[in-house]
Each structure stands twice: as structure tokens, then as C-alpha cells.
């Protein structure tokens, strides 16, 4: 129902309307309103924790007014928009990000500190928004503030989960999983209870004739639960734009819960019911790079897709606009094969709610969506058993049979007589039970897909879809790049480089305009230039290790070289070749002669990162660095050559601080395993170096950065699966030197060697598959190179420079105007400039 004020009434309205903060006194008057009328307290009782409330409130009003003008401007518009399905958005903290956006940091640390806070303490008390696992989840997050920032009129969409992703605790160094509840309070979202989407499962379908005699399929019974709406506000840097987040939370449905057994008098059932549906949206898998085809799971992807689509439908037809215009209304980017039931969905309210004949429908489905595929990895490709399709989605499955059908008489005549194509490329696995097959089912429905770097995107045109090249021909398959947003990943993250690039470009342009960067190398020659970026980088290590001390009790060196592996923990990413890397440094320094330690370049070797509570492998990784830490970092003839530590519960924001601080990170993959990775971005773009494989992005940063700026090793992609074949077939030879690491370890120099065997063996006599054998030497090698080229310092430091000032590319802009242009079909809309902005 509209409800909007009258005519003659607005102008009243208008008057009244709410403005927001601008000056540091309107800012200190709104923080302490805030804390003492929606949050009653007072000077008295007024902690850290009521400030950040307080001020984020005041900077939430500012948001809000920007949000509604930016969504009346979209209506008026009335032009394109993105929608953005996401299972993750690993979105951090959003006070800071919020001051920066809208340029009002200074006045709110001027603000605070006359209320009697320090800035940095107000925006620590914040909670992690950790909606997501890693990477991907992460992605997510720097795009929406790219298309904010741009002025694309453009939504997200995913789940408000109950617990984000679990909060690591190190004990005894093993991780233990601790719940993480986010929502005790969180002042960016609103809630939207007037927007509730009914979802439906389960039931059957039968068929009916309507008035025309059209043959009809009907989706009856099973059960309803209730999505509802909170929002998210999305503030763009330096620009009034305020795009929005919606994500849905599950709760019973009114119908369901109120009348059927509560009347009854069943109040237990009725309360059964209820935890049932809440339990849809309750949690975050905490798996990444790795489906596991959990019935829940399912539950969560079609009850967002569903719900966002009822969305993004009821928008459109407001327009009333002809179904064939919907694509150049709206353009649906899918964030994996997580969305794919959206695409199914669409055509079931074409065809079964709309009555629109199914080829048409499947027309404005495929121009409407596009697909990101974000790997190659067998065990991550997202397969959905058959039956268990068949039991919670019925008239889905019959759709997806269709499409199939459809698609594979399409191929029939195409490739007559290939029988053993269609059975490859068929979206449904002849297998027991039936698959159906995700990447498959996006990919025939898109018009677009496309990998996330370059070579990525030309390893899935010759893996997984080979067959579908051939099918569609090549263009259809495309590359976007990853990207960073340098707001948070620059600006916030490291705001003296930030100032200090700003005080040489003569401003903040670079935040817009990464490329811009390329100016620095002028000022190579610059003394002063030079000698205060060192000094940046080393307070940057002071504030890491001081973490360390507070986090761990162990001191480290900052003027040590830091060198930093935080990510994700799994075999492909290869920590293990990190730690074993890290052990035959140990043995090397242990055989050395005082005079020969007193040549060695004293290290900090630094991890983090979460592992999948059921990956056992990656837990032993993680127990393995933590024992090593224990032995090296007490070990009196090593000091300060070697320390070793694990950072607990590694997640944005502790990324924020660590980021900045390294002097080479590792990004280590087996070549052909790391779709792009984009902290080896973050990294470099902070004055970091690089240790990494031809892998993913790394190739990108290679072409930009110089060769010579860049420690590369190991295996191509192109050997990878001869090495493998020849492992397979007994041509195995363990590494000399690795050799002897695994000597130490079953000797128990790290605690009980029994611990550490499944990992050994999976190297040793169980084929390696990750080929940590095999670029051992190579790896060691390099990092004796890392040793050497650290000693000059001067040009280590030009080297740096050199790297930052040619990252522009890396941008999440870029990436950004890449999909608008090539995928999206979808033009900006930029406000008008208000308040001399
Ligand atoms: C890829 F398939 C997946 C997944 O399940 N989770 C995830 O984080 C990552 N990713 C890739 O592993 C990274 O290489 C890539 O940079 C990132 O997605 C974003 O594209």
C-alpha cells in the first residue's frame, strides 16, 4: 500500500525534514543526544562502548538521509540497476569506513576528544560484520563500496546471519570455535518489518487449466517461512551516494505460527516451528573452497534467491514496463554458483506466476543474469543431490529437467552423434544419487561468465567449461580481474602512506583514481619522500608487534623483517610449505656458528587464519606453527633471528592493522589452485613485497610491478598435472632438504611427532598432490634471496615505492566499470553536488 504525504502537506514536511550533522558542535550535540535519549545514559555511566554507540548514531543519521535521497533518485531515474547476490559480504567495521566516506574523520575526532575520548579507542569497541568466510566473502564488501563510490545505482543482496563466521581461539595451540554473536547491538541496520517476503518449501505440484485453457503448473503446501527485510546502508567515498545492503533474516510465518497449532492449543509444536524457520538464517558456513551439500545450506540459497527475487520483481512492476524490458531494467550478477536457484526462480514467476510462453521467459532470464566463478577446484563446485531437490524444491527440479532438456536437444544438433558431449555436459550427473550440477545450470542461464583473473579465466575455458566454449563460442567467457577498494584498504588502513601520497599528488584523488599513483616515481630521488615512508613502515610494525606482545606475550623485533601468511587455511594455499619453509630455517640457524648468525637478517615469521572446523589437515597446520612457535621462540641461541607466531582470530580488521606492517607476504598457492587471491594486492598496495607462485593474481602483479620487484618460484600451472601423473606412478623423490625437516619433526623437536604424521605422510608417501616436494628447493632458495635483497635497504625501499606507485590497475573501481560496461550494460547516476562537495 503508498502511503506518501499529501500535496499540500510537504512543504511543511520539507521544512522539518532532518539534515545532519556537519560541524564538530552539531556532531558533539548529536553524539551525546544519542547516548542519552535512544540509548539513556548519561556523563556518568557514559564507557567507550556507549561513544562508539553514540557516534556511530550520529554518523547513521547522516547515512540514512543520503540512503533515502540516493533510493528516490534511482526511482526517478528510473534507468538500470545491479543486484549483487551474495551468500557473504565480510563487510569489518563501519564507523570508520563511514567517517572516511563521508570526509567527517576529523571533525569526529575533534568531536570526541571534547566529550573525552581518543578516536581510535571509539572505533575499536566496534564488532566485526563477519558475513563472510574469506576472499569471496571479502570481494563482496570492496564491490559494493566501488559501486557506491561510482554512483551505480546498485544493491546487495544476502543473508543476515545470526552468527557471522566463528570467533578463533588459540588454546594450547589448537583452534577452538567459539560462536560469534554479532547482533547485541548493531546500529547500521534496519530492521524492515514491513517488508516480509513469504517463502515456501517443500509441498507438490500439480497441474491446472486456466481461463484460456492454458495447462498450468501449481506449487501447493509444504510449509512457509517468512523473510524479512533489515538494511544496510552503503555510503560511497566522497560522493552523496548511498546505496543499500538488504539482507533477510528467517522468522515463522504469521499464518503458520499464530493460528494453525498455537489455537490448537499445540504450544510446543508452534514453538518448534518457529526455531525451525529461525534456524534458516542463523548461520554462516564456515566452509571455504569446499561444498558439502548440507539440506540447510539449500534451504539458505533458495529461501535469499527467492526472497530477493520477489523483491527485485515487485520493483519492476511498479514500472509497468513490459516483461520484455525487464532486462534493461535490471541486471542480476551472481557471486559463485551460491544464486544459481535465482535463475530458476525467474523463470518459474515468468512462466507459472506471469504466464509468459518459456522461451520468451528463458530469454529474459538469460540476459538478466551473469555468473562469476570464483574456482576450479573439484571439491568446491556445488552439486545438489536430486532427491534431495526433488523433496524441498519440486517444481524447481521440474524446471531445471526442462532447462536441461531444452538445452542438450540445442547441443543434439549442434554436435550430432556426440554422445559422450551430452553426457557431459548435461546439468544433471548420471550418478547414484542424480547431481545436479551448479556451474552448469549458471552458465547456461547467464549471458555472461567470467573468472576473476587472467589466468583463472583461461584455465575454466579449458577445465570445467571446455564443452561450453565449444557450445557458445568464446565470447560468452570473459575475464574480470579482482580489485581492492583503496579506500578501506589504503585510506583507513594505513592513513599516514595515505596522507603522505596525498601531500606529494596534491590530494586525495588517488582514492578515485588509483592510476594516479604512477606519479610517485617521481619522487624517487626524494630524501625526505623516502625516509618518511620507512619511517610509516616501521611505526606500522611497532603497532603490529605491539599486538603481538598484547595477543601472545612474545616480543618481537620491528626492525626484524616481518614476514606475513594470513589467509584462509587450506592444503592448496599451502601454509604447510610456509612452516616447513620456517623449520629448515631453524635447523640452518641451529648448525650455524656465532660469526655466521651475525650475517643473517633477523625474521619474524607471522600466520593467521581460520580453518574449517571439520578439516583436520588444516588444523594440524595450524598446531604445527604453534608448536614450532613454542620451541623457536624460547630458544635462547636463536633470539631475535627467529620468531614465529600464530595472530589469533585473523579477520578484517585485525587485517587492517597487520596489512600494513609487512615487509613480504606470502602467497604461495600451487600454481593453477588460487583463482586470483586479493590480499597479495592489499599487501603490496601498502609497501609490501611479494613471495608467490605464477599463481592467480600473482601473474597480474608480476606484468604491473617489474619482475624485479617480486620474489616468484615454483612450478607453472602448465606442469602441475604431469608432476602429479608422475607421482602417481611411483616418480616421487622427496626433497633432501625437506627431508631433513620431516627428520626433525618425527624426531619430536616440535612435541609428539604422531600429531604431525597425517601431514607428513600427505607429502611423504601419499602422493603430494599439493607439490610441496617439489618447489621446496625453490622456495628456500628464494627467501635466501629475500635475505639478501633486505640487507639494502635502500633499494629494498625503492622497490616498494616503485610497487605501490603501479598497483592503479588493482583497483575495485576498475573492476567495477569492467562488469558495468562489458556485463552489466548499466550507466551511473550522479547526483547533483550539494554543500560545496
Ligand atoms: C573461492 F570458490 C571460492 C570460495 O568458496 N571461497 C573463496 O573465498 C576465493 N574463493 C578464491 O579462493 C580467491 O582466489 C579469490 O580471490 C576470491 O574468491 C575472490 O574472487
Known sequence: VEASIPEPQREAWKKHSAQGFTTKEEFENETVRHVETTLARSLFNCDELAAYSGASLAFRDRLVIEWNRTQQRQTFADQKRVYYLSLEFLMGRALDNAMLNVGLKDVARAGLKDL??????????????????????RLAACFLDSMATLNYPAWGYGLRYRYGIFKQEIVDGYQVEVP?????????????????????????????????????????????????????????????????????????????????????????????????????????????????????????????????????????????????????????????????????????????????????AWDVVQKTFSYANHTVMPEALEKWSVPVMQNLLPRHLQIIYEVNSQFL??????????????????????????????????????????????????????????????????????????????????????????????????????????????????????????????????????RLAQHIMNTTGVRVNPKALFDIQVKRIHEYKRQ?????????????????????????????????????????????????????????????????????????DYNVSKAEII???????????????????????????????????????????????????????????????????????????????LAKVFDAIKGGRFGDANRFSALCNSIIDQGDYYLVSDDFNSYIKTHALVDEAYKDQEAWLEKCITSVSRMGFFSSDRCIQEYAEMIWNVEPLVPEQRNGK
Open 659 to 737: 596489512t600494513p606492517a609487512s615487509d613480504i607476504s606470502e602467497h604461495i598457492s600451487t600454481a593453477g589452485t588460487e583463482a586470483s587471491g586479493t590480499s597479495n594486492m592489499k599487501f603490496v598496495l601498502n609497501g609490501g613485497l611479494i613471495i608467490g607462485t605464477c599463481d592467480g593474481a600473482n601473474i597480474e602483479i608480476t606484468r604491473e610491478v617489474g619482475e624485479s620487484n617480486i620474489f616468484l618460484f615454483g612450478n607453472l600451472a602448465e606442469d602441475v598435472e604431469d608432476l602429479r601423473h608422475a607421482h602417481t606412478y611411483g616418480n616421487f623423490k622427496l626433497d633432501p632438504d
Open 116 to 137: 573525552g575520548f581518543r578516536i581510535e579507542d571509539v572505533i575499536s569497541q566496534e564488532h566485526d560484520a563477519a558475513l563472510g568466510n574469506g576472499g569471496l566473502g
Open 180 to 360: 560469534d554473536y554479532w547482533l547485541d547491538f548493531n546500529p547500521w541496520e534496519f530492521p524492515r518489518h514491513d517488508i516480509t517476503v513469504d517463502i515456501q518449501f517443500y509441498g507438490h505440484v500439480s497441474r491446472h487449466q486456466d481461463e484460456d485453457g492454458k495447462n498450468i503448473a501449481v506449487w501447493e503446501g509444504g510449509e512457509i517461512v517468512d523473510a524479512v527485510a533489515f538494511d544496510v546502508p552503503i555510503p560511497g567515498y566522497s560522493t552523496p551516494t548511498t546505496n543499500n545492503l538488504r539482507l533477510w533474516s528467517s522468522k515463522a510465518s504469521k499464518g503458520e505460527f499464530d493460528f494453525q497449532k498455537f489455537n490448537s492449543g499445540d504450544y510446543e509444536a508452534s514453538v518448534g516451528d518457529q526455531q525451525r524457520a529461525e534456524t534458516i538464517s542463523a548461520v554462516l558456513y564456515p566452509n571455504d573452497n569446499l561444498e558439502r551439500g548440507k539440506e540447510l545450506r539449500l534451504k539458505q540459497q533458495y529461501f535469499w534467491c527467492a526472497a530477493s527475487l520477489y523483491d527485485i520483481v515487485r520493483r519492476f512492476k511498479k514500472s509497468k514496463k513490459a516483461w520484455s524490458a525487464f532486462p534493461d531494467m535490471v541486471a542480476i550478477q551472481l557471486n559463485d554458483t551460491h544464486p544459481t536457484l535465482a535463475i530458476v526462480e525467474l523463470q518459474r514467476i515468468l512462466v507459472d506466476l506471469e504466464g509468459l510462453d518459456w522461451t520468451e
Open 409 to 542: 536437444h540445442m547441443v543434439e544438433k549442434q554436435f550430432p552423434k556426440d554422445r559422450d558431449m551430452l553426457r557431459r555436459v548435461s546439468i544433471i550427473e548420471e550418478s547414484q544419487p542424480q547431481m545436479v550440477q551448479m556451474a552448469y545450470l549458471a552458465t547456461i542461464g547467464s549471458h555472461k561468465v567470467n573468472g576473476v583473473a587472467e589466468l583463472h579465466s583461461d584455465l575454466i575455458k579449458t577445465t570445467i567449461f571446455k564443452d561450453f566454449v565449444k557450445i557458445y563460442g568464446p565470447d560468452k567467457f570473459t575475464n574480470v580481474t579482482n580489485g581492492i577498494t583503496p579506500r578501506r584498504w589504503l585510506h583507513q588502513a594505513n592513513p599516514r602512506l595515505s596522507e603522505l601520497i596525498a601531500s606529494k599528488l596534491g590530494g586525495y584523488e588517488f582514492l578515485t583514481d588509483l592510476t594516479k599513483l604512477n606519479e610517485l616515481e617521481h619522487f624517487l630521488d626524494d630524501k625526505d619522500f623516502k625516509k618518511e615512508w620507512q619511517e610509516i613502515k616501521y611505526a606500522n610494525k611497532v
Open 576 to 648: 604447510q610449505l610456509n612452516i616447513l619453509g620456517v623449520i629448515h630455517r631453524y635447523l640452518t640457524i641451529k648448525a650455524m656458528s656465532a660469526e655466521e648468525r651475525k650475517k643473517l637478517a633477523p625474521r619474524v615469521s607471522i600466520f593467521g587464519g581460520k580453518a574449517a572446523p571439520g578439516y583436520w589437515m588444516a588444523k594440524t597446520v595450524i598446531h604445527l606453527v604453534c608448536s614450532v612457535g613454542e620451541v623457536v621462540n624460547n630458544d635462547k641461541d636463536v633470539g631475535d633471528l627467529l620468531k614465529v607466531i600464530y595472530i589469533e
